[in-house]
């Protein structure tokens, strides 16, 4: 186990910076700077789930890419067992998995993003994921067991909500789909209740233009 | 992307990257945009190279991954070498 403390990353903060070796040579936390990025974690190499996860998470790269958005993996794997792993799915599956994973061999990333769970493994990350706005800062994070695999079209729509909200300044609804009107944001003084449209609710109110 | 390769020649991003740099500094965004790379991986790559002595900041003191960058004499020599074995 790493000396680095375990952290566990907080929503709105910068999310702790790196430098590690991947699948695609030395990365930092700075090179994806200006793009939004998820940053997720999966409990190991060859084994069932993660392989549904990443197979499903490459039929959404474009997507997500079309979004600003670039995929970041980590796991607790050396970076030749990353290759050899990565070349399998694309033999076996027809899959190519053109974003790069993290070999997180000494757990430092794993544990200052809190991806140890050691109730469930002491020797795998847990599914964990984090979305980072292009200044670093964490905007979501989503926590899976090792057993259940994510649902990675929530990934995008969860991508996707964080984008449009920001851009507009508004909020995204239970269940919102893209194209979906947004919600305005609660007003935080009496004032600015006061000013808010006539038959509807003061908190709630749906903004019906884009 | 390693910018060498096992048996020591460029791979293929560095060979690109040095290519783009060989008539006029760039910085990573526009080295990105140039060669059609991901910009995290340009920047990846370009602090490689930097280590590598093959590329180098042109301000001096302008540490930053997105500082304009420059062949140095030696990317310049490897760039070379690499043309001549590829044939």
Do not use: K
């Amino acid at each position: 186990m790493s000396d680095v403390p375990i952290n566990l990353p907080r929503l709105g903060e910068a999310a702790p910076d790196f430098e590690a070796d991947s699948t695609h040579g030395r990365l930092a936390l700075s090179d994806f700077r200006g793009s939004w990025l998820v940053l997720f974690s999966h409990p190991a190499d060859f084994t069932p789930v993660c392989t549904t996860e990443f197979i499903a998470l490459a039929g959404a790269a474009e997507r997500l890419s079309a979004l600003n958005c670039q995929l970041l993996g980590l796991s607790i794997d050396s970076v030749y067992s990353h290759i050899a792993w990565l070349r399998t799915i694309e033999a076996h599956f027809g899959t190519a998995i053109a974003f790069p994973v993290l070999a997180d061999h000494d757990r430092a990333v794993a544990a200052r993003y809190g991806m140890l769970m050691p109730g469930e493994s002491s020797t795998e990350a847990s599914r964990c994921l984090f979305v980072l706005d292009p200044d670093g800062i964490v905007r979501a994070m989503i926590y899976y067991p090792m057993i259940v695999g994510r649902n990675i079209e929530e990934v995008v729509r969860l991508v996707t909500a964080l984008t449009t909200t920001a851009a507009a300044q508004a909020a995204a609804p239970a269940n919102w789909q893209p194209g979906e009107p947004l919600l305005e944001p609660a007003p935080r003084t009496l004032e600015g209740a006061a000013i808010r449209s006539p038959g509807a609710d003061w908190f709630l109110q749906v903004r019906l233009t884009p | 992307m390693p910018c060498l390769n096992p048996d020591g020649t460029l791979a293929q991003t560095a060979h690109a990257l040095l290519t783009a740099l060989e008539t006029a500094a760039g910085t990573a965004p526009a080295l990105a945009a140039q060669t059609g790379m991901p910009l995290w991986q340009v920047r990846s790559s370009l602090r490689e190279l930097r280590g590598h002595d093959l590329v180098e900041v042109a301000m001096p003191g302008a540490e930053s991954n997105d500082a304009l960058h420059r062949l140095t004499a030696t990317g310049r020599e490897v760039l070379d070498l690499s043309r001549r074995l590829d044939g």
